[in-house]
């Protein structure tokens, strides 16, 4: 059995996650692969913590990520990054967005965000952090973010220059915001 | 064709190309996409949100009769709400092809409970099919409407969220069309009296040992022989976990249909085998059945009895191998799910909580987002059971606890769509049986936590027509409430909310309190523009001059608008949809509120 890839895409409900493995998965069907991916709806939504996993490879039984697993890790934003580093596979990648978003326990006061979280990631694992915000924010407009941490996702798996990534940016966003969106998964990818 | 589908599209999908003509479901996660994928296919198949799943079987029932292939979708609780027409439905069988889809929720993630409805097609005796991916999710339902005609019986679709949740590859086909044949009434199989229902049970029996022979020779249940060794049987999608974890160092007993269980099917491959292992999810249904044949199997005594499975739980079990991981001594702060920054059920919590303060209130809830009202630092919800119960629960403790002689208010809150779900029926137990519950509707104009569903109080339905609209007031009315005990308030002004408390609460007689305001994630219809004019045109802003840092805003609301860090406060403006409450919370009058 030729190996499966483990991609999983972390975040906080209403972040775009889902967008971007949408793109993510009909391009890589496109390119041949089998292709799983797995989400959680419903209440999950309401500002929790929501996960999206995907699976490519020749046959792909399992739509769920295993821990230990994860050849690439792409965190919506920071703390979750850290909450997931168990799925990190021996050797595999992290893509963080330095971004923080309060949970309710830091908002009320009962808890506070850990501090230091890029600087312990880095010292286990291969990280690659910025602001995807403020690069799409630059390109015109910030929400194109997911976009942006897509481009870097697919730098990281690596061998998949082949797919034409733009014509799946085109497919799955609204035709005014295509240009800008794909502006910003090269500006991903470039990082 | 080939598509990315999910579970739920794919059955959307198999239900189309199987000719089916009528649709009808309650939303509830995982089951929810179902039906929202069926409008796409309006000129073919009619489908609508029916008030609660028990209306949805038997609106799809109805239509089998009449000749149509019909089916109704719905969340695994839901199956216990629409038990009673399904388990009559299974003595008369069909006449067009029917399926009742059932999504259950191993894991609860976002379930009250965790219960295996294969237990349930096997006590009403229902022919139960269970897909493991997409593509078998759109293939089974494609031919469960068929297969219903042909075995004469109803079928129970089973699957769960990783089936209803995941995307994979469907190759796409065509529709097959199945012709409504003329009327003709069949008495005696249609009308259960006891001198035709005691003929159905014994002909039940002929048609479930047909079907079992069936079972045993069906593209449903599949053997894939490998190494000899071990012989693993599954369903559903712990066959995905079973073919990782043993590769092709195993043989597969791979069943799709499980009821009625292929004995003869079982017996023959665990012949082959030198042992026999059972991988399913939660309740141990195929090994009982194995047991019951006389075969030594591994199953429970190895495999969770609850929550989810997954590659590395069948892993650990059957090898005790566990994958080398990354780990952290960081405190990773929890995330649990929050109300809405702007959400309408925030200001009657909050006036809520307040005077639950001062007094002794038992605060009955229900199934809604506005369960979250139960979390810090609201606290307002003190019971959630099950769909509906938050007012007949309220009835009940208000008359036990007036008998007791106990000063304790009963505040009974649900919303909308679960008032229409089964709401009605508890209010009229209230008014009819004079309880002393103030009963709370949240009316936010949608059903809210499966993601924004028409219902009979929303003016539209599935397919987007406009339709009739419930009148709320009217019917608490109707129902035997007085006019004088019924208030509708906006429920973020908190002064509003407060008067109609004061004045419903002390009462000892049922009451009815109604918020109206949208859901401020809903799309909003002209009519909701028309009535609430002000919906995302303010936001709150802080004058950072004025506030004291006091924090009363942020440790009152639990708003996610308001960000919160040690030197101040500041109100989000990406979430904040000018709801006022902090404002109105303030005791600096420091939060202003301004025009976008």
């Given at each position: 059995?030729?190996e499966v890839?483990?991609?999983?895409?972390?975040?906080?409900?209403g972040?775009?996650t889902?967008?971007?493995?949408?793109i993510?998965t009909?391009?890589l069907m496109?390119?041949?692969?089998?292709?799983?991916?797995?989400?959680v709806?419903?209440?999950?939504?309401r500002g929790?913590?929501?996960?999206?996993?995907v699976?490519?490879?020749?046959?792909?039984?399992?739509p769920?990520?295993g821990k230990g697993s994860?050849?690439?890790?792409?965190?919506?934003?920071k703390?979750?990054?850290l909450?997931?580093?168990d799925?990190?596979?021996?050797?595999?990648k992290?893509?963080?967005?330095d971004f923080?978003?309060n949970?309710?326990?830091?908002?009320v006061?009962?808890?506070e965000?850990?501090?230091g979280i890029?600087?312990?990631?880095?010292?286990k694992?291969?990280?690659?952090?910025f602001?995807?915000?403020e690069?799409?924010k630059?390109l015109?407009n910030?929400?194109a973010?997911?976009?942006v941490l897509?481009g870097a996702?697919?730098k990281?798996?690596?061998g998949?220059?082949d797919?034409?990534?733009?014509?799946e940016?085109?497919?799955?966003?609204?035709?005014?915001?295509?240009?800008?969106?794909?502006?910003?998964f090269?500006?991903g990818?470039?990082l | 064709?080939?598509?990315?589908?999910?579970?739920n599209?794919a059955?959307?999908?198999?239900?189309?190309?199987?000719?089916a003509r009528?649709?009808?479901?309650?939303?509830?996660?995982?089951s929810?996409?179902?039906?929202?994928?069926?409008?796409?296919y309006?000129?073919?198949v009619?489908?609508?949100?029916?008030?609660?799943?028990k209306?949805?079987?038997?609106?799809?029932i109805?239509a089998?009769?009449?000749g149509?292939?019909?089916f109704?979708a719905?969340?695994?609780v839901?199956m216990?709400?629409a038990a009673?027409?399904i388990?009559t439905?299974?003595y008369?069988?069909?006449?067009g092809g029917?399926v009742?889809?059932?999504a259950?929720d191993?894991?609860?993630?976002?379930?009250?409970?965790?219960q295996?409805?294969r237990n349930?097609a096997?006590?009403?005796?229902?022919?139960?099919?269970?897909?493991s991916?997409?593509q078998?999710?759109?293939?089974?339902?494609?031919k469960?409407f068929a297969?219903s005609e042909?075995?004469d019986?109803?079928v129970l679709?089973h699957?769960?969220t990783?089936?209803?949740?995941?995307?994979?590859?469907?190759?796409?086909g065509e529709r097959?069309?199945?012709e409504?044949?003329?009327?003709?009434p069949?008495i005696?199989?249609?009308?259960?009296?006891?001198?035709?229902a005691?003929?159905?049970r014994a002909?039940?029996?002929?048609?479930i040992?047909a079907a079992?022979?069936?079972?045993?020779d069906?593209e449903?249940?599949?053997?894939?022989?490998?190494?000899?060794?071990?012989?693993?049987?599954t369903?559903g999608v712990?066959y995905?976990y079973?073919?990782?974890?043993f590769?092709?160092?195993?043989?597969?007993?791979?069943l799709?249909l499980?009821f009625?269980?292929?004995?003869?099917?079982?017996?023959?491959?665990?012949?082959?085998?030198?042992?026999?292992?059972?991988?399913?999810?939660?309740?141990p249904?195929i090994e009982?059945?194995?047991?019951?044949l006389?075969?030594?199997?591994?199953?429970?005594?190895?495999?969770?009895?609850f929550?989810?499975?997954n590659?590395?739980?069948?892993?650990?079990?059957?090898?005790?191998e566990?994958?080398e991981?990354?780990?952290?001594d960081?405190q990773v702060v929890?995330?649990?799910p929050?109300l809405c920054?702007g959400?309408?059920?925030?200001?009657?919590?909050y006036?809520?909580?307040?005077?639950?303060k001062?007094?002794?209130?038992?605060?009955?809830?229900d199934?809604?987002?506005?369960?979250?009202?139960?979390?810090?630092?609201?606290?307002?919800i003190?019971?959630?059971?099950?769909?509906?119960?938050?007012?007949?629960?309220?009835?009940?403790?208000s008359?036990?606890?007036?008998n007791?002689?106990?000063?304790?208010?009963?505040?009974?809150?649900?919303?909308?769509?679960?008032?229409f779900?089964t709401?009605?029926?508890?209010?009229?137990?209230?008014?009819?049986?004079?309880?002393?519950n103030l009963?709370?509707?949240?009316?936010?104009?949608?059903?809210?936590?499966?993601g924004?569903?028409?219902?009979?109080?929303t003016?539209?339905?599935?397919?987007?027509?406009?339709?009739?609209e419930v009148?709320?007031?009217?019917?608490?009315?109707?129902?035997?409430i007085?006019?004088?005990?019924?208030?509708v308030?906006?429920?973020?002004?908190?002064?509003e909310?407060?008067?109609?408390?004061?004045?419903?609460?002390p009462k000892?007689?049922p009451?009815?309190?109604?918020?109206r305001?949208?859901?401020?994630?809903?799309?909003?219809?002209q009519q909701?523009?028309d009535e609430f004019p002000?919906?995302h045109?303010?936001?709150?802003?802080i004058?950072?001059?004025?506030?004291?840092n006091c924090?009363?805003?942020?440790?009152t609301?639990?708003?996610?608008?308001?960000i919160?860090s040690?030197?101040?406060?500041?109100?989000?403006?990406t979430?904040?949809?000018?709801?006022?409450?902090c404002k109105?919370?303030?005791?600096?009058?420091?939060?202003?509120?301004?025009?976008?």
């Open positions: 059995m030729s890839k483990n991609i999983l895409l972390v975040g906080v409900g972040q775009g889902i967008l971007a493995s949408k993510l009909t391009g496109k390119a041949g692969y089998d292709v799983k991916m797995s989400e709806h419903g209440m999950s939504q929790g913590s929501v996960s999206t996993q699976r490519f490879g020749e046959k792909v039984y399992s769920i990520v994860a050849d690439v890790i792409v965190a919506f934003e703390m979750e990054a909450r997931y580093l799925y990190l596979k021996q050797g595999g992290m893509v963080v967005n923080e978003i949970p309710l326990p830091v908002n006061g009962a808890a965000y850990p501090e890029l600087e312990e990631l880095s010292s694992c291969d990280v690659l952090s602001k995807a915000g690069v799409a630059e015109g910030p929400k973010m997911n976009v897509l996702l697919v990281a798996l690596g998949l220059d797919i034409d990534w733009d014509a940016v085109e497919a799955n966003v609204k035709p005014k915001f295509a240009e800008l969106n794909k502006k910003a090269h500006a990818y470039e | 064709m080939k598509v990315i589908m999910s579970g599209e059955i959307a999908r198999g239900a189309y190309e199987g000719g009528f649709a009808s479901a309650y939303p509830g996660t995982p929810t996409e179902i039906l929202e994928n069926m409008p796409q309006g000129e073919a009619y489908s609508e949100w029916a008030p609660n799943e209306v949805a079987a038997e609106a799809a109805g089998s009769i009449a149509a292939r019909s109704c719905m969340k695994h839901g216990n709400v009673d027409p388990y439905f299974a008369t069988g069909v006449t029917f009742m889809v059932v259950d191993p894991g609860q993630h976002s379930s009250q409970n965790e295996d409805n349930q096997k006590a009403a005796r229902l022919l139960m099919l269970e897909p991916d997409s078998e999710a759109h293939d089974f339902m494609k469960a297969l042909k075995m019986m109803p679709m699957v769960t990783r089936v209803c949740h995941s995307k994979g590859i469907v190759e796409l097959e069309e199945a409504v044949p003329d009327y003709e069949k005696q199989k249609y009308v259960t009296v006891p001198a035709n005691k003929k159905l002909t039940l029996e002929t048609r040992a079992r022979e069936f079972a045993c069906c449903f249940n599949r053997v894939e022989m490998g190494d000899t060794k071990i012989g693993v049987i369903s712990s995905q079973a073919r990782e974890t590769g092709d160092d195993a043989s597969y007993l791979k799709g499980t009625p269980f292929p004995n003869k099917l079982v017996e023959d491959f665990c012949s082959k085998v030198d042992k026999v292992y059972i991988v399913e999810e939660m309740d249904y009982e059945q194995v047991k019951i006389g075969i030594e199997c591994t199953g429970k005594d190895v495999v969770p009895r929550d989810e499975l590659t590395d739980i069948v892993r650990k079990a059957f090898f005790n566990v994958p991981t990354y780990t952290t960081k929890a995330r649990p929050a920054a959400c309408p059920h925030r200001g009657l919590f006036v809520l909580a307040k005077k639950a001062k007094q002794s209130i038992m605060m009955t809830g199934i809604g987002c506005y369960t979250l009202g139960s979390a810090a630092p609201l606290n307002a003190h019971t959630c059971i099950c769909m509906g119960a938050s007012l007949s629960q309220g009835h009940g403790a008359i036990a606890l007036r007791a002689g106990k000063d304790t208010k009963v505040v009974s809150i649900l919303g909308d769509s679960t008032f779900h709401g009605v029926n508890s209010l009229m137990d209230a008014a009819y049986n004079k309880g002393s009963n709370i509707i949240l009316d936010n104009r949608i059903t809210g936590m499966t924004h569903q028409q219902n009979p109080g003016g539209f339905t599935l397919m987007g027509q406009e339709a009739s009148d709320i007031p009217a019917l608490c009315k109707a129902i035997g007085k006019e004088e005990n019924i208030k308030v906006n429920p973020n002004h908190l002064d909310v407060e008067a109609a408390m004061d004045e419903l609460l000892d007689e009451t009815v309190l109604i918020t305001w949208p859901c401020v994630l809903k799309k909003f219809s909701d523009i002000t919906l045109k303010t936001q709150c802003k004058d950072q001059d004025k506030c004291k924090k009363v805003c942020v440790k609301t639990g708003c996610p608008g308001l919160n040690k030197d101040q406060v500041v109100i989000d403006t979430s904040c949809n000018g709801c006022t409450v109105q919370v303030c005791p600096f009058d420091a939060i202003e509120e301004v025009t976008l």
